[in-house]
């Protein structure tokens, strides 16, 4: 079990929200539309709990992810309601909204696009604060059942299944066409990496 | 006549961008690859003016594709346009042999520009 | 589509978790299996059954409070528990779903397709404890949410855009 202080649970909690907020601004660029973010939640779960907690786990969405590693090794992945998905789509190729009502190689492709802009985003201001060394790997994009997305995802952060660092902030546009939430799931081991390096500095 | 450009992206939707781009400008897209292999081979068939890689790329990544095409040709030049913008990435890229590095999401203007500055 | 009417009472198994029952009104419910398997035991003589919800194949030696997360200590604990209230282990019959491979992550950790490796893992441990397996829904790439009725043994699996169907 991996426990982490209130004043580090601040620092970290610092940092994820400047990778989330840098993320936001990326995303925001590419479909030129102002992206608001909440401020993330952040902690340790249980795999069972965050399953559970996602709500309606057999839901169908859209889950734009990427694994990194390099330093430390944990996943990054946007999630959208279908609708949200297909306008994003159409936002991205020019279309008007509600053209897209299939997810077709482009519109992967373009969704794939935007995991790896966000991500890299996100990583690279992991890095600049944390020192780490991270790479991002090519994006993938699924769409089914929350719940059978999220417990696989997670399971192929490795390490010990019994709890897992999650971070979670809803990204969101002004009339509400873009809704997603960004998720960061990284191995505990995670943190320890992070504090020493910070520590050292 | 327009120069000739090989883009090189794993993302069909970015391909598909840098084309459209790079055509209206007066450019030729005369290939397009999904990795940093495919790059390489189509590079040494096409002999084009101008390569635009991305770093991250399944089978064989930018920086591998950099210097291949080094190998090929140790006068080819190459533009790296990716979402990977640590500075080691960079830093990389440059010493296997990009003369540019334009950040993703990119500007329409700033790809140009750095087009343009290698080929006019 | 299979709707709990009034009199049905649905009980859904989170992962880890797993449950034994003989009321005729109850239908266990795992919701979302990617690469986890749900395993639905029912010895249908005496009306009752039970489901269990894994996550991986064996425990690697972490210690844990929670043995159904894995294969090689969950399924036995399901038996053991059926029998103990009364099942007879040759009366058992043993459905599976789920082990699906929904990633395909490039670079991510070793534990590559888990839900191969659990559907794997549940097989050999029915086996080595005797026990066959009456029908079955794994492997591929989607998700499923299983319906248990443990007093029956009846098992519907549902698919993103597939018609509700019964194993």
Request: glycine share 10%.
């Amino acid at each position: 079990m991996i426990t982490f202080s209130e004043n580090q649970k601040n620092i970290l909690g610092y940092i994820v929200e400047r990778s989330m907020d840098t993320s936001a601004k990326a995303l925001s660029e590419m479909i030129h539309r102002e992206i608001s973010l909440e401020s993330p939640k952040l902690g340790l779960i249980s795999l069972s709990n965050i399953v559970n907690e996602m709500g309606g786990s057999d839901n169908l969405v859209t889950c734009i992810c990427l694994s990194f590693k390099g330093d430390v090794a944990g996943l990054v992945s946007i999630i959208l309601s279908e609708e949200s998905a297909f306008k994003l789509v159409d936002i991205l190729l020019g279309n008007e909204l509600g053209v897209t009502s299939e997810l077709d190689e482009m519109g992967k492709s373009a969704l794939g696009e935007v995991g790896n802009i966000v991500v890299s985003h996100f990583l690279r201001t992991l890095s600049t604060h944390t020192w780490l060394d991270l790479q991002p790997s090519v994006p993938m994009v699924v769409m089914d059942m929350a719940g059978a997305i999220l417990s696989s995802l997670i399971l192929n952060v490795g390490e010990s299944p019994e709890e897992i660092l999650f971070s979670e902030t809803v990204f969101s546009d002004k009339s509400h066409d873009i809704d997603s939430k960004l998720f960061l799931f990284a191995a505990p081991s995670v943190l320890k990496k992070i504090f020493e390096v910070i520590e050292a500095k | 006549m327009g120069k000739n450009i090989l883009v090189a992206d794993d993302a069909a939707f970015m391909r598909m961008r840098l084309a459209k781009l790079l055509t209206e400008s007066g450019y030729s897209v005369v290939g397009e690859a999904e990795n940093g292999k495919v790059a390489v081979e189509k590079f040494e068939k096409l002999k084009p003016d101008l390569t635009i890689v991305d770093i991250t790329m399944p089978v064989m990544d930018g920086i591998q594709a950099i210097a291949e095409i080094k190998k090929v040709d140790p006068d080819a030049k190459i533009i790296v346009c990716s979402a990977m913008g640590q500075q080691n990435m960079v830093i990389q890229a440059v010493k296997a042999g990009a003369k540019d590095y334009v950040l993703k999401p990119f500007q329409p203007a700033r790809v140009l520009d750095a087009v343009r500055k290698q080929i006019g | 589509m299979v709707k709990a009417t009034t009199e049905e009472l649905s009980i859904s198994i989170g992962i880890g978790e797993m449950c034994v029952s003989k009321d005729k009104s109850m239908v266990f419910v795992a919701h979302g299996l990617g690469s986890c398997v749900g395993i639905c035991m029912c010895d249908e003589i005496i009306g009752i059954g039970g489901m269990a919800h894994i996550m991986l194949p064996n425990d690697n030696g972490v210690e844990t409070s929670v043995p159904v997360k894995f294969a090689d200590t969950g399924i036995p604990k399901l038996m053991n528990e059926l029998i103990e209230e009364g099942a007879k282990k040759n009366r058992m019959k043993v459905k599976i779903a789920g082990g699906a491979n929904m990633l395909n992550l490039p670079g991510s950790s070793g534990q590559f397709d888990i839900g191969s490796r659990n559907v794997e893992m549940t097989k050999k441990i029915l086996k080595d404890l005797g026990l066959n397996i009456a029908s079955s829904d794994v492997g591929g790439n989607c998700g499923r949410t299983v319906y248990f009725y443990p007093s029956t043994g009846r098992v519907l699996v549902r698919t993103i855009g597939q018609q509700l169907g019964e194993i």
